[in-house]
Antibody, heavy 117, light 111 residues
Framework: EVQLVDSGGGLVQPGGSLRLSCAAS????????MSWVRQAPGKGLEWVAN????????YCVDSVKGRFTISRDNAKSSLYLQMNSLRADDTAVYYC??????????WGKGTTVTVSS | QSVLTQPPSVSGAPGQSVTISCTGS?????????VHWYQQLPGTAPKLLIY???NRPSGVPERFSGSKSGTSGSLAISGLQAEDEADYYC???????????FGGGTKLTVL
């Protein structure tokens, strides 16, 4: 069964850092692009970042550039999102997703990030 | 303000049909990038419902169908059922942003 398990969320103060993880199973992780998508409370979905199969290509939304870094470890079938300089408007549920042919075909259950003092 | 525009809400009685529109621009849907649709049931993660404009993943009922024309896409749901009550999101790729873009979401209420 194809599965993504995201983790690492929590409560962090403004300006703080957090690292999200996503463990993949049931497919050849190293063959696929991966994505992070977030959803603020009561709001819609927002794409955050993509990474290509070997990790050499990374793309992110302007609002997180310079603060968030997407990475992966293909040996561990894991995806990461390093989030620095966190702000209140980064508060959201963060989902990792398998990205195939420009769509997110498999999603994790999400991990909640709350930025508050 | 989302790059793709959807109506905030639609509704219909059980057994009826509804359509949800998704309007983009020349840098995304109009640039021949496909439209994809996701269903998000309350309190759960999104699930891929339609990919590449009009294709259903395995397990998605035939009641769900998609189409695309010009700079817009549409999701049609026929034979509405109570379990269809959810938020629906369209998504495409935007060449000027070099990334994915979503619609603001449409809440479907089954009356």
């Amino acid at each position: 069964e194809v599965q993504l398990v995201d983790s690492g969320g929590g409560l962090v103060q403004p300006g703080g850092s957090l690292r999200l993880s996503c463990a993949a199973s049931g497919f050849t992780f190293s063959d696929y692009w991966m994505s992070w998508v977030r959803q603020a409370p009561g709001k819609g979905l927002e794409w955050v970042a993509n990474i290509n199969p070997d990790g050499s290509g990374k793309y992110c939304v302007d609002s997180v550039k310079g603060r968030f870094t997407i990475s992966r470890d293909n040996a561990k079938s894991s995806l990461y999102l390093q989030m620095n300089s966190l702000r209140a408007d980064d508060t959201a549920v963060y989902y990792c997703a398998k990205y195939s042919d420009y769509c997110m075909d498999v999603w994790g259950k999400g991990t909640t990030v709350t930025v508050s003092s | 303000q989302s790059v793709l525009t959807q109506p905030p809400s639609v509704s219909g009685a059980p057994g009826q049909s509804v359509t949800i529109s998704c309007t983009g621009s020349s840098s995304n849907i109009g640039a021949a990038f496909a439209v994809h649709w996701y269903q998000q049931l309350p309190g759960t993660a999104p699930k891929l419902l339609i990919y590449d404009n009009n294709n259903r993943p395995s397990g998605v009922p035939e009641r769900f169908s998609g189409s695309k024309s010009g700079t817009s896409g549409s999701l049609a749901i026929s034979g509405l059922q109570a379990e269809d009550e959810a938020d629906y999101y369209c998504q495409s790729y935007d060449s000027s942003l070099s990334g994915s873009v979503f619609g603001g979401g449409t809440k479907l209420t089954v009356l």
